[in-house]
């Protein structure tokens, strides 16, 4: 079974920097995976699954795809057909060089071709800058183009070989009843944002709510210094707090540019 320490497609929030991290923990909890079932709740690009396969072989493991990135796998050859043609329009230009008008027009054309298979995530990483995003193939002509376009052949095979895919909203997915040990794991969007969890879709505060009156241990939940979730977990007044009684926080730091950073969690309560 091939080993992938990040998502083969872009995908926003993707616990690429946590994934040594989490294979020793959930070894450390699951074993080989005999007799347990683990639930990707928010699965996102699927990255924690694999992962949770790889390290677990003999668990169950869901991931709950509620962003359809098994569609976007489905259709990589394509993806990878348009990546290569989009190398050799952009061949003159250095990488993350601006890419003049002529050429823009010559991709844009050339796209609007390609209409029916066009992944725009994966293309908004390859022609603008990093965080820049396209719903719409028209969405690029009103902006400026870069070379940024990946150099490496696409490929996603073995990615979620022995895991079960779901559509779920993550409410309907943690109220099923499952038999045997079963670990959740727990990576929701920040709470007021469209990241990750569907992008038509808003994750309010609401929503964190009720994936608390939820939550039940065992459980590995992921969130960031950009939300208040540590702040909720250290404060003993908080309605929740008891959820995370007794549990484990690691930290990870993450380098955005050259003065900005944040700081990732992964809060692990075992029982």
Same mark, same amino acid.
């Given at each position: 079974?091939?080993?992938?320490?990040?998502?083969?497609?872009?995908?926003?929030?993707?616990?690429?920097? @946590?994934?040594?991290?989490?294979?020793?923990?959930?070894?450390?909890?699951?074993? &080989?995976?005999?007799?347990?079932?683990?639930? &990707?709740?928010?699965?996102?690009?699927?990255?924690?699954?694999?992962?949770?396969?790889?390290?677990?072989?003999?668990?169950?493991?869901?991931?709950?795809?509620?962003?359809?990135?098994?569609?976007?796998?489905?259709?990589?050859?394509?993806?990878?057909?348009?990546?290569? *043609?989009?190398?050799?329009?952009?061949?003159?230009?250095?990488?993350?060089?601006?890419? #003049?008008?002529?050429?823009?027009?010559?991709?844009?054309?050339?796209?609007?071709?390609?209409?029916?298979?066009?992944?725009? @995530?994966?293309?908004?990483? $390859?022609?603008?800058?990093? /965080?820049?995003?396209?719903?719409?193939?028209?969405?690029? &002509?009103?902006?400026?183009?870069?070379?940024?376009?990946?150099? +490496?052949?696409?490929?996603?095979?073995?990615?979620?070989?022995?895991?079960?895919?779901?559509?779920?909203?993550? &409410?309907?997915?943690?109220? #099923?009843?499952?038999?045997?040990?079963?670990?959740?794991?727990?990576?929701?969007? $920040?709470?007021?944002?469209? #990241?990750?969890?569907?992008?038509? +879709?808003? @994750?309010?505060?609401?929503? #964190?709510?009720?994936?608390? /009156?939820?939550?039940?241990?065992? @459980?590995?939940?992921? +969130?960031?210094?950009?939300?208040?979730?540590?702040?909720?977990?250290?404060?003993?007044?908080?309605?929740?707090? *008891?959820?995370?009684? /007794?549990?484990?926080?690691?930290?990870?730091?993450?380098?955005? /540019?050259?003065?900005?950073?944040?700081?990732?969690?992964?809060?692990?309560?075992?029982?």
């Amino acid at each position: 079974m091939k080993k992938y320490n990040k998502a083969p497609l872009p995908f926003q929030g993707q616990k690429r920097n @946590f994934i040594k991290l989490f294979n020793e923990q959930i070894k450390k909890l699951c074993g &080989d995976g005999s007799g347990w079932t683990i639930v &990707d709740v928010f699965g996102g690009s699927g990255l924690l699954s694999h992962n949770a396969k790889y390290t677990c072989r003999n668990a169950r493991v869901i991931y709950n795809d509620y962003d359809n990135y098994s569609h976007r796998l489905a259709n990589i050859s394509k993806t990878e057909g348009i990546r290569k *043609d989009l190398l050799s329009l952009v061949a003159v230009y250095k990488k993350k060089e601006k890419i #003049q008008a002529d050429t823009k027009e010559k991709i844009i054309e050339y796209l609007n071709s390609k209409n029916n298979c066009i992944d725009c @995530f994966t293309l908004s990483s $390859y022609l603008l800058f990093s /965080g820049g995003t396209i719903t719409d193939l028209s969405d690029f &002509d009103s902006r400026a183009l870069y070379n940024r376009v990946a150099v +490496t052949p696409l490929n996603c095979s073995g990615y979620l070989d022995g895991v079960e895919i779901t559509h779920l909203s993550f &409410d309907k997915l943690m109220q #099923q009843k499952l038999t045997g040990k079963v670990l959740y794991l727990l990576d929701p969007p $920040y709470i007021n944002t469209q #990241q990750g969890y569907r992008k038509d +879709t808003y @994750f309010g505060l609401l929503d #964190q709510l009720k994936l608390f /009156g939820l939550m039940k241990p065992p @459980f590995m939940y992921f +969130t960031s210094d950009k939300s208040e979730i540590v702040e909720m977990v250290n404060n003993a007044n908080f309605t929740f707090s *008891d959820i995370f009684n /007794g549990c484990e926080i690691f930290e990870t730091k993450n380098q955005v /540019g050259k003065k900005a950073s944040y700081k990732d969690f992964l809060i692990l309560k075992k029982s």
